[in-house]
């Protein structure tokens, strides 16, 4: 073989290596983000004593430490999805709104901080959107 030829050769495969390595890398960031994504955060509310934050979304929700944000607990629930948190004016009562888009709306009435439910109410025909 000529050196010309060797050099086409050698270009070719290290092309088709740098073409590998970048499909490998494409599909391990593609994983990634799969293995990594989060639904998007839909509700925030502050427990009264300010030390506790929750977050809604469509895994359920994740009450966290403040100002830190560790998270404490994660809760999932009975609806495809949420739309709000609210607490009641003494902070013993969490309220949440959500439900499955175009088939029901749920509203729950759970205890704080132990997230156990006291009662769910689901009379509407699509999503409830607010907990007031």
Do not use: Y
Not at 34 to 60: E, K, M
């Amino acid at each position: 073989m000529t050196r010309q030829k060797i050099r086409i050769n050698h270009r070719r495969r290290t092309d088709l290596f740098r073409f590998s390595i970048a499909v490998w890398f494409a599909c391990l960031v593609v994983h990634v983000d799969v293995v990594t994504a989060q639904s998007p955060i839909t509700s925030l509310a502050f427990s009264v004593d300010n030390q506790r934050v929750i977050a809604g979304s469509q895994h359920g929700l994740m009450v966290m430490d403040w100002p830190r944000l560790v998270n404490k607990q994660v809760k999932s629930l009975d609806m495809d999805s949420l739309h709000d948190v609210s607490f009641s004016p003494d902070g013993r009562h969490l309220l949440i709104a959500g439900g499955s888009p175009g088939s029901v709306g749920v509203v729950q009435l759970r205890n704080w901080p132990d997230l156990e439910l006291i009662r769910s109410w689901s009379e509407h025909q699509d999503v409830v959107i607010a907990a007031i």
